[in-house]
């Protein structure tokens, strides 16, 4: 997220991809790195219409504007072979959370149960990690670099249990 705040999309889309990476271990280089563009692009369309402050939330909300970041969900979703309501919850997720309303919430909620079947296989972890990524996102929101720091350590945590779902854990 980092890279994105710095609307750095070059970057964004090799970091997005070195974590798609282990979470799609089927597919090539090229694949990968199409749907982190993808995913990229959607980052970059909906913090362009959070940050927009001459709309009102309704306005905001209702945008027209969603619909591309909605078409490169979907195409990341096509890309990886994701269900395509990921890239629906994913989205309203996105449009709550642009108007600070806490309705994201359930939307975050239930894009990572369908991420995390797809990942992993099951949903067993998803409300874990679901709280881990909303704190994580919580503490991206404060735009404090100590604060922020805080969220990258959570992240290396949601990942590392997510990914010791999906291989195994190699200590027990």
């Not at 362009?48 to 402050?53: A, E, I, Q, V």
């Not at 100590?146 to 027990?172: A, C, P």
Request: hydrophobic share 35%.
């Amino acid at each position: 997220m980092i890279a994105q705040d710095r609307e750095d999309f070059e970057t964004a889309c090799f970091h997005f991809s070195l974590l798609l990476r282990p979470a799609f271990p089927e597919y090539d280089g090229d694949r990968i790195f199409r749907a982190s563009e993808a995913y990229t692009n959607a980052l970059f369309a909906q913090s362009k219409l959070k940050d927009d402050k001459s709309l009102s939330k309704e306005e905001t909300l209702h945008d027209d504007r969603w619909e591309p970041v909605r078409s490169d969900m979907l195409r990341m979703c096509a890309i990886l072979d994701i269900p395509k309501s990921f890239a629906i919850e994913t989205v309203e997720w996105f449009r709550y959370h642009a108007i600070r309303d806490d309705t994201y919430v359930k939307h975050l909620l239930e894009a990572h149960r369908v991420y995390l079947k797809r990942v992993v296989g099951n949903d067993r972890w998803y409300r874990e990690l679901s709280g881990i990524y909303l704190t994580a996102v919580g503490l991206h929101d404060k735009h404090d670099k100590k604060v922020v720091r805080l969220g990258k350590d959570l992240m290396g945590l949601y990942y590392g249990i997510m990914f010791r779902e999906k291989y195994g854990s190699n200590g027990n």
